[in-house]
Structure formats: structure tokens, C-alpha cells
């Protein structure tokens, strides 16, 4: 017999986060989060997603064990103001047992259904900058810590509960020797003269701070377009500084400045803190800290997360601009190898972007979608 239990408590919602050290138990390709950082991410009084979000969190329960977890989110915006009737789900993870599976997504859709929203979608956060999907190709490439990790029974049981493909996502890796530098610094320079821009480059983190609201204005901006875009609020973004800011080499944030001193594009990426995560073990302390400190000043791979382009310069060029700095930074400290993140695998506009770099698709992951 299968019973759901709401963890509400402390002492609940740590055995929520930590359900996925048991299900992921030396699998040398789980990514596991640092404990307290999942709690403060859960936590409504905590993370300013849930300024315009709401969430509850479920276990089911097997021969007093627990067998599976998962999210129930509504966004708020994007019901309210794009009229999108959508029922979130994520942080889905469970054992092979589809019964298990079927309680728990019983549980989003009568929730849904109280909600007056029209249909599910999962595995997704509650914002555009959280993790998402399940993997469906991939399995034996380790994680990132923007990503989820997933076994193949949890692709499997969606589709026995009659999910269908909602977005699909594609991961891509390339070896930075086959970017080619001086064609990129050439066109850089093309490009900076034309539109008569400049670099701004860093080497100190207390540098960047004052430029991250002007950042995340643009990065707004440049996503707007997208229908399922929910904007980044203020207190998100002061968030995002306590949270990553600390956490990414100066060197491996790219600005680029118009002649007015006005941001009109910018590159983050970040090392791959996936092997020092695995070490820390969800733990910061005692060691935990020190294994990502090492991996921040030794990275020989680097994870791209986030690139954005005033509209008006885009299909200009000006991410030749980025790639240019970024590799003359990269050569000079010993990078390898990029990660992308996931990326919508209908966005012509991105792989464009990256063709020129001989990548290769290593992962594929998918949201899935059912009528409430």
C-alpha cells in the first residue's frame, strides 16, 4: 500500500531533499545539491520565487519507506497575467514502481484541478532559471549543478500515465581547440568598430556587483519574446547575487559596453563544479567548501549558463564579441572543454549561435505535458 504524506516541518523537508541520496546512491553521474542551498530553495520565506509562486511537497510512502517525492507548483504570473492555466510539477523522483509514480502525479493534477488550471507540466521549477525535464538520452554523462539528474523508469512512467512531449531540451559540449580564436578576434574587432562598442572584462568579483540589476534588465529584455518567459523580479535578482555571484570566476563573466556605457550584451559561464559537488556530498562543511574552491580556480571545464543580447543588436554579431573574450580568458588559464546548458531543441537562433563550434549533443532531456 502506497500513502502520500505533505512534509511541511524542518525536520520533513530535509527528509525531502535527501530522498535522492538514497535513490542516487553510488551512481557515478548524480550531481547531489549542497543540503541547506535545497532548503533555502524550497523555502517560501526564503527564495523570492514564490513572490509570485505557491508550492507544496509530497512524499509516497512504501512499507514505512520513502519511495518517491515531488513539487507541486503554480506560478502565479504566468497564470494570471499570460493567461497560461498551467500546474507545475518538480523535484520528481522515485523508484521503479510506476504505481508510486501514478500517487504522486495524482496528487498535482487534483490540485490542478482545485486551481482551475486546464493542464501539467513537469519536471519543471518555478522560474525560467530553474532545472528541468527528466533525461531520455544521456544517462551515463555526469550532471551539472543547473541540471537534474534522472533514471530511465522516470521517462517510462510518464508516458504509462499517458504524458505526452511538452519541450524537448537539448545538453551540447564542445573542446575549446576547436573554436577558432582568431577568426573570432577579428570579427570582434569588425563588430567593435561598426557599432563602436567595447569589452568590459573583470578580475575582481566586487567589480561585477554593480552591473547585475543592469544585467538581469537585459536579460529580461532579450527573453521577452519567449511566450513562457516569467520576468526576474528585484528581490530574484538579489538572490541570484548572494547566491552565484561568489560562486563564478570574475574572468568567466563577459560585458559588452556601447559607446553611451550602456550594457548591450552579456556571457556568464561558469566552472563545473560537478566532481566537487559529488565530493562534498551535499555538505559544505568541512570539506564541501574547500572541494569547490579548488574546482573554481582549477577549471579545465566550464558549464555556459546564461548569454543575453539587447534586441536591437541582435543578429549584429556582438556574441562574436563575447566568444572572443572568453576564449582569449579561457587559453590563458587551461579551459578544455564548454558545457551548455539545456536548450530548447526549436531554438534555430542558439545552435546557430554555436555551430561554428563542432559541438556534440551529449544529453536530451524532455517535459512532459497532460490535460487535467
Given amino acids: 500500500m502506497i ?5 511541511i516541518t524542518k525536520k520533513e523537508m530535509k527528509q525531502f531533499v535527501m530522498f535522492p541520496f538514497s535513490i542516487y546512491k553510488n551512481n557515478p553521474y548524480w550531481v547531489p545539491p549542497i ?3 535545497e532548503l533555502e530553495t524550497l523555502n517560501k520565506d526564503k527564495n ?4 509570485n509562486a505557491e508550492a507544496r511537497y509530497f512524499v509516497a510512502i512504501k512499507n514505512n519507506k520513502i519511495v518517491g517525492r515531488i ?11 499570460q493567461q497560461i492555466k498551467k500546474m507545475r510539477f518538480g523535484w520528481y523522483d522515485v523508484i521503479d514502481d510506476i504505481e508510486v509514480s501514478r500517487v504522486l502525479i495524482q496528487k498535482v493534477e487534483e490540485i490542478g484541478k482545485k486551481n482551475d488550471l486546464t493542464y501539467m507540466e513537469g519536471p519543471v521549477g518555478f522560474s525560467n532559471l530553474d532545472k528541468v525535464g527528466v533525461l531520455i538520452e544521456g544517462f551515463n554523462h555526469i550532471g551539472t549543478m543547473v541540471t537534474w539528474y534522472s533514471l530511465p523508469h522516470y521517462k517510462v512512467h510518464l508516458e504509462n500515465l499517458s504524458f505526452t512531449k511538452e519541450k524537448e531540451y537539448l545538453e551540447n559540449s564542445f573542446q575549446l581547440e576547436k573554436v577558432n580564436a582568431p577568426y573570432y578576434k577579428r ?4 563588430i567593435k568598430h561598426r557599432f563602436k562598442l567595447r569589452s568590459l572584462n573583470f578580475t575582481k568579483t566586487r567589480d561585477i556587483l554593480p552591473f547585475v540589476t543592469e544585467m538581469f534588465d537585459l536579460f529580461n529584455k532579450s527573453y521577452a519574446k519567449l511566450s513562457s518567459y516569467v520576468p526576474i523580479s528585484d528581490n530574484q535578482i538579489e538572490y541570484f547575487k548572494k547566491k552565484y555571484i561568489s560562486f563564478i570566476n570574475p574572468e568567466f563573466i563577459k ?6 556605457n ?12 560537478s566532481e566537487a559537488l559529488q565530493k562534498a556530498n551535499g555538505k559544505l562543511f568541512p570539506f564541501g567548501f574547500y572541494h569547490l574552491l579548488k574546482a573554481k580556480n582549477n577549471a579545465k571545464t566550464v558549464t555556459s549558463y546564461l548569454i543575453g543580447v539587447d534586441p536591437a543588436y541582435q543578429n549584429k554579431g556582438i556574441t562574436a564579441i563575447i566568444f572572443s573574450d572568453f576564449t582569449t580568458s579561457f587559453n590563458a588559464i587551461g579551459v578544455k572543454n564548454v558545457i551548455r546548458t539545456p536548450e530548447l531543441e526549436d531554438n534555430t537562433a542558439i545552435h546557430q549561435l554555436w555551430k561554428n563550434f563542432d559541438p556534440k549533443t551529449h544529453k536530451k532531456r524532455r517535459t512532459y505535458r497532460k490535460n487535467i
Fill in 35 to 37: 543540503i541547506a542551498e
Fill in 255 to 260: 560585458f559588452v559596453m556601447d559607446e553611451n
Fill in 3 to 7: 500513502t502520500l504524506k505533505e512534509m
Fill in 262 to 273: 550602456k550594457l548591450v550584451a552579456f556571457g556568464i559561464m561558469m566552472p563545473s563544479f
Fill in 187 to 190: 570579427v570582434s574587432n569588425l
Fill in 71 to 81: 513539487a507541486t507548483i503554480i506560478n502565479w504570473y504566468e497564470v494570471k497575467e
Fill in 48 to 51: 523570492p520565487a514564490f513572490e
